[in-house]
């Protein structure tokens, strides 16, 4: 069975740092574009940052430009997302997706692009 796990998540105060990761079971990370997306309450669900297959393309949205790092380690099945310098307006819950059947270079931030999807962890930005 397909399954991707988030894990990291938690309450961190402004201007902190806090990782979280993605982990596959049941499939190999290797075939598989990976996106990290956000939904805080009442409002829709954003794509945050995506990384290629290999590794070597990634985009972020703007409001995130600059803070965050993505990156991806296939021997651990795992993708990492790096989150620095946070704001209260990044509090949402994180979700990572994968989307197969893609070049190596591959990426997006659409949700549609992608089928597999974890099942969120919670990430609070509050003094």
């Known amino acids: 069975q397909l399954q991707l796990v988030e894990s990291g998540g938690g309450l961190v105060q402004p201007g902190g740092s806090l990782s979280v990761s993605c982990a596959a079971s049941?499939?190999?990370?290797?075939?598989?574009?990976i996106g990290w997306f956000r939904q805080a309450p009442g409002r829709e669900r954003e794509g945050v940052s995506c990384?290629?297959?290999?590794?070597?393309?990634?985009n972020y949205a703007d409001s995130v430009k600059g803070r965050f790092t993505i990156s991806r380690d296939n021997a651990r099945n795992t993708v990492y997302l790096q989150m620095n310098t946070l704001k209260p307006e990044d509090t949402a819950v994180y979700y990572c997706?994968?989307?197969?059947?893609?070049?190596?270079?591959?990426?997006?931030?659409?949700?549609?692009?992608?089928?597999?999807w974890g099942q969120g962890t919670q990430v609070t930005v509050s003094s």
């Open positions: 997706a994968a989307s197969l059947g893609h070049s190596s270079t591959w990426y997006s931030l659409l949700a549609d692009e992608y089928d597999t």
């Open positions: 990384i290629s297959r290999s590794g070597g393309s990634t």
């Open positions: 049941g499939f190999t990370l290797d075939y598989y574009a």
